[in-house]
Nanobody, 121 residues
Framework: VQLQASGGGSVQAGGSLRLRCADN??????VSWFRQAPGKEREFVAG????????VYADSAKGRFTISRDNRNNTVYLQMNSLKLEDTAVYYC?????????????????WGQGTLVTVSS
């Protein structure tokens, strides 16, 4: 499985960005987004099952971020609204073969290269 994340950039606080994660179409069980801020550990942001029947969000993302998938073009999106300074990080998409939306990075098998999101005041 090859993943390619894009859509990052610089935005002012309160703004929006939509991240994209393209995969090569191989079926996995779960696709998720993680992020890693400078000097911090990688943390779970949002995840969804391949079928889209279940989604999980970190508390920091609830109400502001939405994960979705377009099966026609094998792309997973992370719509981020009301961005805050603390959302600044490199965002990674990841997928895992086994069922269950894991929130630990070690439980994922495949990773994209990351895309930088910078939120400024």
């Amino acid at each position: 499985v090859q993943l390619q994340a894009s859509g990052g950039g610089s935005v002012q606080a309160g703004g929006s960005l939509r991240l994209r994660c393209a995969d090569n179409g191989r079926i996995v069980s779960v696709v998720s987004w993680f992020r890693q801020a400078p000097g911090k550990e990688r943390e779970f942001v949002a995840g969804m099952t391949w079928r889209g029947d279940r989604k999980v969000y970190a508390d920091s993302a609830k109400g502001r971020f939405t994960i979705s998938r377009d099966n026609r073009n094998n792309t997973v999106y992370l719509q981020m609204n009301s961005l805050k300074l603390e959302d600044t990080a490199v965002y990674y998409c990841a997928s895992r073969r086994f069922q269950g939306i894991a929130t630990t990075s070690g439980d994922y098998d495949y990773w994209g290269q990351g895309t930088l999101v910078t939120v400024s005041s």
